[in-house]
């Protein structure tokens, strides 16, 4: 009877253990007890997955050409299409998805020559690169850009989703007028009397900015050996888009490094420390929404204080990658226990989007 005591009990034993000792922690110290507990657990206990690889660049080259002759031939949405169907197992793709929709949208403006037709093919996939590539292309050629700022997204509802996707577009594309003049930018986008219309600007010059390529697009608001630059040097009001979007710079010099990113953020400006922590979550999901399990790992093996907003970073970018809040209320689901709530509550914020 011991005997098959003891079978019994090893095959319950760990669950039963862990249930116990949550209790007893939480009698002792309540959430932040339980906190550091559970961190320690799941970092030892969690599968171990590998980062996606990216396309080589003849391999990008590739796939653009392919893409870009179903715009030609076709029209913009078999190629969106296409991209939307292969990201769900090309993880590799899905990595330069954003970049490559924006060549999509630029392709199409230049088939229709013609800002409205091109606009009528706009689709959500990969953060709406479309959307944000038409918009570039138009502005690189627009004759008044404070005409064209004023009238480009005054269809959509001031307020919603889409409406935000437009106006962050704006960012992208008033940094091609410019050249990529970051100051420059900023103050065509505060001439928007909207704060919505104006901060949605705001974050689409930075995320530009950030994302410049050196050889084809180059950006004179960047240095390698300081990845916060030019944050610092912004005004107040600027600081937390500048914040947010530097991991994604910081991941291009240091490609994958996501645990040494987190503590990188560390270094940030007092008080933004967590905001480049959020950054952080939703450069690794862009990166890697076919995984986010890896991501929320990476999350909470930084510090106890970047985890929430690491992974509110990594929900809200998640909202933003399908268009919609149903995919980020199935990811809440999938979510160890203790991260459920921030996830909740980041689709709680973005509701009034939708």
């Known amino acids: 009877m011991a005997q098959k005591f003891r079978e019994i009990f090893t095959t319950t034993n760990n669950k039963l253990f862990i249930v ?3 209790l007893v922690l939480l009698s002792w110290g309540g959430y932040t007890v339980i906190e550091k507990y559970t961190k320690v657990f799941f970092a030892a206990h969690s599968v171990q997955v590998e980062e996606s690889t990216e396309l080589s660049q003849d391999e990008y080259l ?31 793709l899905l990595r330069s998805c954003h970049v490559l929709v924006h ?18 093919y706009k689709d959500e996939v990969c953060n709406s690169g479309y959307l944000h590539g038409v918009i570039e292309a138009h502005f690189s050629e627009s004759k008044d850009v404070f005409t064209d700022m004023r009238n480009i997204c005054e269809p959509y509802p001031l307020g919603k989703f889409v409406s935000w996707e437009c106006y962050h577009g704006i960012g992208h594309g008033v940094m091609y007028y410019t050249l990529n003049d ?16 104006s901060n949605s600007c705001i974050s689409g010059v930075f995320m530009e900015n950030f994302n410049s ?9 960047l240095n390698e050996a300081d990845p916060f630059y030019p944050c610092p040097n912004q005004a107040d009001r600027h600081k937390r888009d500048c914040y947010i979007y530097s991991p994604v710079y910081y991941l291009n010099i240091h490609k994958n490094d996501y645990a040494d990113a987190l503590a990188w953020c560390l270094d940030a400006e ?17 990166e890697n929404i076919n995984n986010p399990n890896l991501v929320e790992i990476v999350c909470g093996n930084g510090e106890s204080s970047q985890n929430v907003p690491c992974i509110s970073g990594l929900v809200s970018l998640y909202i933003n990658h399908y268009g919609s809040l149903e995919p980020a209320k199935g990811l809440c689901k999938s979510l160890k226990f203790f991260n459920r709530q921030t996830c ?4 709680e914020k973005n509701s009034t989007l939708f």
């Open 213 to 221: 390529d050196q050889d084809l697009h180059k950006s004179k608001f």
């Open 344 to 347: 909740r509550e980041e689709i």
């Open 103 to 120: 060549e999509i949208g630029h392709a199409a403006y230049e088939k229709y020559k013609d800002f409205g037709e091109a606009i009528k």
């Open 182 to 197: 970051l100051p420059k930018s900023l103050e065509l986008c505060e001439g928007y009397p909207d704060f919505f219309a």
């Open 20 to 22: 116990i000792t949550i």
């Open 62 to 92: 590739t796939v653009k050409s392919e893409l870009l002759a179903l715009t030609d031939e076709n029209d913009p949405r078999f190629a969106l299409t296409e991209v939307r169907e292969r990201i769900k197992t090309d993880n590799a």
């Open 270 to 286: 007092k008080g933004y420390e967590n905001i480049c922590a959020r950054g952080l979550g939703t450069q690794a999901i862009k």
